[in-house]
């Protein structure tokens, strides 16, 4: 059964940072492209970033280029989201989501459960 | 950025009704637009991808069509479990861009 299991997310001040972790189980990690996805409280859905199977090609949102980092570690088959200078629009639930290819990012076709961010002093 | 608007923002309607939502895209994006749906408290789920193609799994009374660059999701006879809000988004650029959303509603 293909699987995403977020985690890292919490409570966080503003300007701090926060890493988020993916576990993918259940496919062939390497060969597909993965994204974050992200969603405020009452708000709709808001892509973050995305990154190719060999984690070659990275893209991110205007709203968080050059404050998020998103990385893969195929060895492990995992994602992450490094999120520095956090402000308190950021706070959101953060959805992993696995592409249907390698590159370029094309439509998600299994998310996971999602993690809560929350930017507040 | 391509701007993604999505009609009406919300609807209401009954089981067995057919229920249509729109999507207009800011510029051509050929036929690469993707449909969500996503329940209270649930991560979304693909529906339709590359604007008319049904995922695995989803049941045929979804069905998604495209003209120049509006974008229809049509679901044929609504059902209790079809209620639930729906997102467009597109894929044209590798900087994704979602609608802002219909939720269908009784």
């Known amino acids: 059964e293909v699987q995403l299991l977020e985690s890292g997310g919490g409570l966080v001040q503003p300007g701090g940072s926060l890493t988020l972790s993916c576990a993918a189980s259940?496919?062939?990690?390497?060969?597909?492209?993965m994204g974050w996805v992200r969603q405020a409280p009452g708000e709709g859905l808001q892509w973050v970033s995305s990154i190719s199977g060999s984690g070659d090609s990275t893209y991110y949102a205007d709203s968080v280029k050059g404050r998020f980092t998103i990385s893969r570690d195929n060895s492990k088959n995992t994602l992450y989201l490094q999120m520095n200078s956090l402000r308190a629009e950021d706070t959101a639930v953060y959805y992993c989501a696995k592409d249907q290819y390698f590159n370029p990012p094309y439509a998600a076709d299994v998310w996971g459960q999602g993690t809560t961010v929350t930017v507040s002093s | 950025d391509i701007q993604m608007t999505q009609s009406p923002s919300a609807l209401s309607a009954s089981v067995g009704d057919r229920v249509t939502i729109t999507c207009r895209a800011s510029q051509t994006i050929s036929r690469n637009l993707n449909w969500y749906q996503q329940k209270p408290g649930k991560a979304p789920k693909l529906l339709i991808y590359?604007?008319?193609n049904l995922q695995t799994g989803v049941p045929s009374r979804f069905s998604g069509s495209e003209s120049g660059t509006d974008f229809t999701l049509t679901i044929s006879s609504l059902q209790p479990e079809d209620f639930a809000t729906y997102y467009c988004q597109q894929s044209y650029s590798t900087l994704w861009t979602f609608g802002q959303g219909t939720k269908v509603e009784i």
């Open positions: 590359a604007a008319s």
């Open positions: 259940g496919f062939t990690f390497s060969t597909y492209a």
